[in-house]
DNA sequence: CACCAGGATGTTT
DNA sequence: AAACATCATGGT
């Protein structure tokens, strides 16, 4: 089984990068994490520096973390304020993936407004229904659906896997994409802001979806997304941030303060957000609450 | 039962 | 441009 060593400097926590709620496709089962991303059906494992996994080349797995990416320098940069500067100490390590395009996409229009362990449950039953079967040493596993099946599904089947109101967001986006060959390309040579008028034009894509791909996808780590989590952080947290009211303010207020790493800076805060280290698991607490 | 979740869309001011 | 209602589903 092939191995990596990482250097000193180069920090990385897969823990950490596979469980904030970027990928939804991976589960932890004792030592590994096991996940299925593109056409692989990927194990992998940290001990300390050292990386063991199966399912792909080394090339792929450095390329999936971004293992190439001068993390530290990046939280350096980022390290503006001291709540950013307690995300970086509590989630130290913690990488963007580098995902495939559609995929993510796909992906984040079924995600609107639900929680991850119900996104994650939506994506197994879309990739049960309408991935393609594939083999890994004796094991199936379905990938993502393609553009062209879910462009050429019955849109009650999609809808049947519990995507509620957003299967025909989805039904419409991928037969919008399959007539579209090269819709990739052109976005990833685009500029952010064109980059970002042109995905707003798909069905169940808009301000934060569209972030979401620019930044996990694209890699234009300018798009700062806002859920309601960040919008909460911002807004309680932060010196003027109870005055963001729209969601363009919110992202401008990030990109203007956290500088081109602004993308990364989210996932950083959106990793430490209420609790999700301890007990609470993510839910809300509001602050005056638990005081005294 | 009420309220919330990695929100988007369409309508009304 | 900003505020608002509505949307489908499952968890707490």
């Not at 596993?141 to 957003?166: H, K, M, V």
């Not at 996932?267 to 430490?272: A, K, M, P, R």
Request: proline letters at 4%; glycine letters at 8%; a neutral charge.
């Amino acid at each position: 089984m092939p191995e990596l060593l990482l250097r000193p400097d180069q920090a990385f926590d897969l823990d950490l990068t596979l469980s904030c709620g970027q990928v939804f496709r991976w589960e932890r089962q004792g030592d590994w994490w096991r996940g299925v991303a593109g056409t692989h059906r990927v194990s992998v494992r940290q001990e300390g520096r050292l990386l063991t996994w199966n399912g792909a080349s080394r090339r792929w797995l450095a390329g999936y973390f971004r293992l190439d990416e001068d993390l530290p320098a990046i939280l350096r940069d980022i390290d503006r304020d001291p709540v950013v500067h307690e995300a970086i100490q509590k989630c130290r390590g913690l990488r963007l993936v580098r995902q495939p395009a559609w995929e993510c996409l796909g992906s984040y229009i079924c995600a609107t407004y639900a929680s991850i362990p119900v996104i994650k449950r939506r994506i197994a039953l879309l990739c049960q229904c309408f991935g393609e079967q594939a083999d890994q040493e004796g094991e199936t596993f379905r990938t993502f659906p393609s553009l062209q099946a879910l462009a050429d599904a019955d849109a009650c089947r999609i809808t049947e896997c519990r995507l509620g109101y957003r299967a025909p967001y989805l039904h419409e986006t991928a037969r919008a994409l399959v007539e579209d060959p090269g819709w990739e390309e052109r976005i990833r040579s685009l500029p952010y802001g064109e980059a970002r008028k042109e995905l707003l034009r798909l069905k169940g894509v808009g301000d934060k979806v569209v972030d979401c791909v620019l930044l996990f996808a694209f890699g234009m780590y300018e798009a700062f997304p806002v859920d309601v989590w960040i919008q909460r952080i911002l807004r309680e947290r932060y010196p003027g941030g109870a005055g963001l009211r729209t969601y363009n303010q919110m992202a401008r207020f990030g990109r203007a303060h956290f500088g081109e790493y602004a993308g990364y800076a989210q996932e950083y805060l959106y990793c430490n957000r209420a609790g999700i280290t301890g007990r609470e698991r993510g839910r809300y607490v509001p602050e005056s609450q638990d005081e005294r």
